[in-house]
Structure formats: C-alpha cells, structure tokens
C-alpha cells in the first residue's frame, strides 16, 4: 500500500515516536543500562574503598554496631576512655562485687557452699581471656586503625578478582552469624543458670550495703538477687562477646587467605608462559600477609592456650575433691565457660590449620601442573607434521599442547620457570606460625596428646586424694 507525500509530510511527532517504539529490537538502539550510585555498590565491590562510617550498604556495619554497643569503638579519645571504663566496670569491678556478696545458705540448697567456690572459679578464666581479648584489640586499633586495615580492606584487596571479593563479602556476613549463633545460646543458658543460683541457691548480701544505701530506702527492700543477676548477666555478655569477636575475626583473615589460594588454583589452569611469574607474585603477596596475621595472633593464641589450660585444668581438681552433689545450678558456670572457651579457640585453630594445609597443598598442585606441561610439551614434539589429515587431528590436540610446542628457546624458559616454582614453593609451604612453630594438624595432634596427659595425671591425683 502506497502513501501519498502530504500524508507523510502530515504524520505528527506522537506517530512518529509511536512507529520508532514499535520496530523491532534489532533495528532500535539499546536502551542504555541505569549505574547505580556509588552509594549502592557493596563495599568489597567499590573500587575506591573510600567508605569509612557505618551506612546501610556498608559490609562492616554489623560489627561496627558491635563494637559500639560492647564500647570497643576506640575511633575517638571519648570513645576510647568510655571503652577502658566499660573493660573495668564490667570484667573486673561487676565480678568482683558479686563474689564478695554472695553468701552460701544451706536452707535454699545443701550446696551452696560449693556453688560459690564454683562460681568464684569459673570467674577467672572468662576475666583472663576477656583481658587478653581486650588488649589484643586495643593493640590492632592502636596500630592499624581500625576493622579495614585488620581485615586488609584497605588496599590489599583492590589487587584481588572478583571471585574473591565476593567470596569476602559472603565470609563477613557468615563470620557475624557465626558471632551471634554462638553468643545467644549460651547466652540463655547463662542467664538461666544464674536465676537459679541468685534466687535458689545461694543468699546476695553486699557488705557495704547500709552504708551506700539512702535512709528512705532499707537493705531489705532492695531486691539484690535481680540487681545482682541483671549485673552479672551483662558482664558475662561483655566478656565473652569481646573474646568471640577476636576469634571470629581471626577466622575471617583465615578465610580471606583461603579464598586467595583458591585464586591460585584457578590461576594453574592458565597456560600462558606468564603463568608461573604470576602465581609466584600472587602466592609472595599471600605470604606477606600470612607473616602479618601470625605476627597479629600469635600471642593471643598461646596466652589463650594457656589460660584455658590452666583453668580447665584447676576447675577439674576443684570439682573432683568436692564431695557435694554435682548440679546444674552449682557446675553450669563451669559447664557454660567451657563450651564457649573451647568453641572459639577450636575455631581458631581449625581456621589456622586449614590455612596452613591450604598452603601446603600448593607444592602438589604446581608439581601436577609442571607435570601436565611437560607431558604436552612432549606429545607435542613427538606428533607427526603436517600432513592433508593432520589438520582434522589438530582440531582435537587441547590448546596447551600448540601453546608449549612451540620454539625451542620458549619451552626451555618456560620448563626452567614452573621448575624454580616448584621449588619456590616447596621451601615456603607454611601457613600461620606461632614462633616459628608451623600450626598445622601435627601441631594440633600434639596438643590434644599433651592436654590428654595433663588430665590423666590431675584424675590419677583425685584419686590418690580421696
């Protein structure tokens, strides 16, 4: 059907519009994509890292708001004062005071003697290791700055692919979970056993209380056993949480490592003659940073070693010789302590071990890698030459054996590199270190025979006691 020329000329804009809305998508340009704002990138993803204060979109929001709420936040000096104050009212006064007013009472419980003894022990380890937390984290703040350059947010993970940025991104929200998934059971467990032994065990009596106490208010009438459980509830909270928290941020630098030699293997696939510089400047970066985190931890490693060892091992001998009868609401303090003691430190050591055999792994990946290489250079070199065929068979030679079969002064390089790789490799496998001592499975082995003995022989004095 034909148009007459004042029909065309008459066509308005609309119908104009309208026909350019309706031709095909082929024939239309695309419509261009909408970016979105900087503000609405996840931060492992923004490649200016420029984002420093807790807003919405901010990965690290979650343990920002812990540590504001627990005052560990030691960005200004008022916050770093409320956070020393906070560390001293309740890791050390709050315990204090309530083991100085507790008073045993053999009309609510025949053993309520021991369930203060009990109580009074279980109260040093989770001090100790609260301590220990604290001034780890105190060091990281006063040395690193903060939560970005502890977990090389900062500029080390510019360098990485997005494989491992969003592999990070997902091991920060796990690593939060984890936090509270192992913090509120036991919280209520806590606070359970405590109602129990504040309102039907034992009798809360604070020495100075007529002195501290205004005269339109009598002793009697304050209710000191729900001043005391709300009191200790929330020191426990405060000490355990600051403890879990460096374990769980040491499990993060862990897995960022992992996630990084898992780069690596990728990085063995590529078959270019650059690979081997590559994968030793990547696996030299991954060193460097290790050496840094086991330089981070490994003090509060061993002295958390050592103050759940020692404690654990005292708390046994002090239930062993008691001759009272063993209860929830006499031993929970000491049933609770060490579930959470020994779920973060485990936690730490798997993360380090895994780290560790992660890196040795690597010596077995590059000889497989080497292997394969020359084994292609060597088909490579024993195929026939071009014949009127050969270029069907060609088609099915993989592009690793025409990328090595090449000029003989390439192959050689290329054989000489994967070869000091390998070697590379072999001679710096190790992982976390604590003092030079690689922390490994063999290490951990070693530990748990050494912890087995110190048990037996404080079972074999029980016995020669009683």
């Not at 109260?123 to 100790?128: A, C, E, L, N, R």
């Not at 600051?242 to 780069?263: A, D, H, N, P, Y």
């Not at 970066?285 to 654990?312: D, E, G, K, M, P």
Request: aromatic letters at 10%.
């Amino acid at each position: 059907m034909e148009y007459s020329d004042e029909e065309e000329q008459g066509s308005s804009p609309a119908s104009a519009s309208e026909s350019e809305s309706e031709c095909p998508p082929l024939m239309a340009p695309p419509p261009p994509q909408p970016r979105a704002p900087p503000s609405q990138r996840p931060l492992l993803l923004n490649p200016a890292y420029a984002r420093c204060k807790s807003v919405i979109h901010d990965e690290l929001r979650s343990f920002r708001v812990f540590l504001q709420w627990c005052a560990l936040d030691h960005s200004t000096r008022a916050g770093r004062a409320a956070s020393y104050a906070a560390f001293l009212a309740l890791a050390l006064l709050v315990p204090a005071a309530v083991s100085v007013s507790l008073r045993a009472d053999a009309a609510l419980s025949p053993a309520s003697a021991s369930a203060i003894t009990f109580n009074r022990v279980a109260q040093v380890p989770v001090t100790g290791l609260a301590a220990i937390s604290f001034a780890t984290l105190a060091v990281f703040f006063r040395r690193f700055g903060g939560l970005r350059q502890l977990l090389f947010l900062d500029g080390a993970l510019r360098d990485d692919t997005t494989y491992v940025r969003r592999g990070y991104a997902r091991e920060l929200d796990r690593a939060f979970r984890l936090l509270a998934a192992l913090l509120l059971p036991s919280l209520c467990v806590e606070a359970a056993h405590k109602a129990v032994f504040f309102f039907c065990t034992v009798r809360v009596d604070p020495p100075a209380a007529p002195v501290v106490l205004p005269p339109l208010l009598p002793p009697w009438r304050v209710p000191w056993r729900a001043v005391a459980l709300v009191a200790t509830v929330a020191s426990w909270v405060y000490r355990t949480g600051v403890f879990l928290l460096v374990c769980v941020l040491f499990r993060l630098t862990c897995e960022l490592q992992i996630l990084r030699f898992e780069g690596i293997h990728h990085m063995f696939d590529v078959e270019a003659r650059a690979a081997a510089a590559e994968i030793f400047a990547e696996h030299r970066r991954i060193r460097t940073q290790l050496l840094a985190t086991s330089h981070r931890y490994r003090v509060f490693i061993i002295c958390c070693l050592v103050t759940i060892t020692v404690s654990q091992l005292g708390a046994l001998l002090v239930v062993l010789s008691s001759g009272d009868a063993k209860s929830f609401s006499n031993t929970g303090d000491l049933l609770v302590g060490l579930a959470v003691q020994l779920s973060g430190f485990f936690m730490c050591l798997f993360g380090a071990a895994r780290i560790t055999h992660r890196a040795q792994r690597m010596v077995s990946i590059a000889s497989q890698w080497h292997m394969s290489m020359v084994a292609a250079m060597h088909h490579g070199k024993s195929s026939p030459d071009s014949t009127s065929a050969s270029d069907v068979d060609a088609s099915r030679v993989s592009g690793s054996s025409a990328a090595v079969s090449q000029a003989e002064p390439g192959g050689a390089f290329s054989y000489k590199s994967r070869q000091a790789l390998v070697t590379y490799l072999r001679h710096n496998g190790g992982g976390i270190t604590l003092f030079g001592f690689t922390l490994d499975r063999g290490l951990l082995h070693t530990i748990f025979v050494f912890e087995m003995t110190l048990v037996l022989w404080i079972l074999s004095k029980v016995v020669v006691l009683q």
